[in-house]
C-alpha cells in the first residue's frame, strides 16, 4: 500500500511554468513506476509522464515538461515549462509495478486527490 500527495498546483500565464510534487508514503518508493496524469472538464483521463528506469512523455508535452524522481525522498516531480491553456487540467500522480503498458491509466494500483493547474491566455 501507499499513499500519495501532490503538491504545487496553481493559476499561470501561459508561456509560465510551474513544478508539481507527489510524496508517496508506505511501502519502498523504489519499486513503484511514477506517473502523471491529467483529466480536464468533460474529458477522460490522459497519461502525461511516466518513470520507471527511463521517463516516457505523451507527445503534446514532450519538450516542455520533465518527470524526475528523488528516491531518499519519495517523491516525484513534474516540471512544466511553456504551459498552454490546453495544459489546464487536474493533475494526478499514481504508482505502480514495473512491466508495461505505462500510458495506460486502468494499470496504475494508487492514486493521489489531484491538484488543479489552470493556465491563462
Known sequence: ??????????????????????????????????????????????FVAAFSVTTYYADSVKGRFTISRDNAKSTVYLQMNSLKPEDTAIYYCAARGFGANYKEASTYDYWGQGTQVTVSS
Request: net charge positive.
Open 1 to 46: 500500500q501507499v499513499q500519495l500527495v501532490e503538491f504545487g498546483g496553481g493559476l499561470v500565464q501561459a508561456g509560465g511554468s510551474l513544478r508539481l510534487s507527489c510524496v508517496a508514503s508506505g511501502r519502498a518508493f523504489t519499486s513503484y513506476v511514477m506517473g502523471w496524469f491529467r483529466q480536464a472538464p468533460g474529458k477522460e483521463r490522459e
